[in-house]
T-cell receptor, first 114, second 114 residues
């Protein structure tokens, strides 16, 4: 069965310190992996995506994620948190069978302390 | 600008009334999706459509209905049979060619039923 786990429901960091949001997945297929960000009462915005090319993926706003197949992980990182990074982050797994199947993780709420 | 629009942003209804949420895209995407988001939870798929005049139930379709008469439009009706309709509803679309199948999201409609 396919699933996505985000290990922390809430992460709090100080402004200027590193951010680590963890994501593990389970999939029988070769998945595509995404991170989305959602600010309060807004839609979701794509941060980055893994396409089976480079395992280290760079996204917008200084975020990056590393795909580790042996660990089935796709953790999101940023070297230095900014106040505007405070939001909800979703890890997403997608793969193609007879239709486009997508599973969203439960989300991690990131707080940034000034 | 290409994108997805959802209207209205906030919607209030009395219990027992049907209500229709609008979703329009000008991205020329074949696939469209409706998700429901409850506080502290990830997104759950209600319905999806991969082509005009065809749609499939997602994980929580009971109490909802959709139509796909035009490529650009995928309205969602929340019927009186939906036991707990108050939620944030997100519409998305994606191309069905190439990989990965990243989804583009609208800004969402917050429905409150009293």
């Amino acid at each position: 069965a396919q699933s996505v786990t985000q290990l922390d429901s809430h992460v709090s960091v100080s402004e200027g310190t590193p951010v680590l949001l963890r994501c593990n997945y389970s999939s029988s297929y070769s998945p595509s992996l995404f991170w989305y960000v959602q600010h309060p009462n807004k839609g979701l915005q794509l941060l980055l995506k893994y396409t089976s090319a480079a395992t280290l993926v760079k996204g917008i706003n200084g975020f990056e994620a590393e795909f580790k197949k042996s660990e089935t992980s796709f953790h999101l990182t940023k070297p230095s948190a900014h106040m505007s990074d405070a939001a909800e982050y979703f890890c997403v797994v997608s793969w193609k069978t007879s239709y486009d199947k997508v599973i969203f993780g439960p989300g991690t709420s990131l707080s940034v302390i000034p | 600008d290409g994108g997805i629009t959802q209207s209205p942003k906030y919607l209030f209804r009395k219990e027992g009334q049907n209500v229709t949420l609008s979703c329009e895209q000008n991205l020329n995407h074949d696939a469209m999706y409706w998700y429901r988001q409850d506080p502290g939870q990830g997104l759950r798929l209600i319905y999806y459509s991969q082509i005009v005049n065809d749609f499939q139930k997602g994980d929580i379709a009971e109490g909802y209905s959709v139509s796909r008469e035009k490529k650009e439009s995928f309205p969602l009706t929340v019927t009186s049979a939906q036991k707990n309709p108050t939620a944030f509803y997100l519409c998305a679309s994606s191309t069905r060619t190439g990989t990965p199948y990243e989804q583009y999201f609208g800004p969402g409609t917050r429905l409150t039923v009293t």
